[in-house]
């Protein structure tokens, strides 16, 4: 009745008014606002574009000259704002000869990868440090459960590629390595609390960039 009476008198708004907009269809990040836990805050839908769904950065590679041959490139919600709230993200993986992701934990996320180019040896270690790895070919999808450590590994000649997708808008990451000899954790503490001799630590803490 109103959209018909609304049409009759030829008026078609450019933007829809404020009371035809369901608020709870989505939650649209404002990038400026305050971040937390459940992401960002919503921008006012009355603003909200087809560009804040859509993210054109995945179809170009990373730059892979760095200490791990690879680069993942994140289509999360403060890049990709129309993600937020809707526990789901993506990014894109480049893999140089010889480029590996260090073992890692989303711990926010579970996450399923695709690769598309080359080969992934891939896989995870349970809670029960059960391990399943495989070597991935184009086309091939793997999961990795939510918390749980894993790595991925170019497992051939060529530069490899793959599509991670996550459970989370803001999936979280923390490298094992990193967050062992990347810091100034004491090496006398990392020493016991890993049961590695000093020689080994202080040495990987040189690599990684820790002190102490
Ligand atoms: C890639 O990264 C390296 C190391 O930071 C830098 O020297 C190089 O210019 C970058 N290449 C491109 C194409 O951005």
């Not at 459940?38 to 921008?43: I, L, N, Q, R």
């Not at 926010?108 to 270690?125: C, D, K, N, P, Q």
């Not at 062992?180 to 803490?205: C, G, H, R, W, Y």
Request: hydrophobic share 45%; glycine share 12%; net charge positive.
């Amino acid at each position: 009745m109103m959209l018909a009476a609304v049409a009759g008198v030829g008026h078609v708004p450019e933007i829809p008014p404020p009371w035809l907009i369901d608020k709870s269809d989505f939650c649209v990040a404002k990038l400026k606002g305050p971040v937390g836990p459940a992401g960002y805050s919503c921008k006012n839908p009355a603003k909200v574009t087809v560009h804040d769904f859509v993210f054109s950065g995945l179809g170009m590679a990373g730059n892979t000259s760095n200490i791990i041959s690879a680069a993942v490139t994140p289509a999360f919600d403060a890049q990709f704002p129309g993600v937020n709230g809707l526990g789901i993200s993506i990014a894109r993986l480049d893999l140089a000869p010889g480029g590996v992701i260090p073992m890692h934990t989303h711990p926010a996320a579970s996450e399923i990868l695709l690769v598309v180019r080359g080969t992934i040896t891939a896989g995870f270690i349970s809670s029960a440090n059960t391990v399943y790895v495989k070597t991935l070919k184009s086309g091939d999808v793997m999961v990795f459960p939510q918390g749980l450590l894993h790595f991925q590994i170019n497992a051939g000649g060529i530069k490899a590629i793959a599509f991670p997708s996550f459970s989370s808008a803001n999936p979280g990451l923390q490298i094992l390595d990193f967050a062992l000899f990347a810091n100034n954790l004491p090496t006398e503490l990392v020493v016991k609390s890993t049961f590695l001799d000093a020689a080994q630590v202080k040495k990987l803490k040189g690599v990684l960039g820790g002190t102490g």
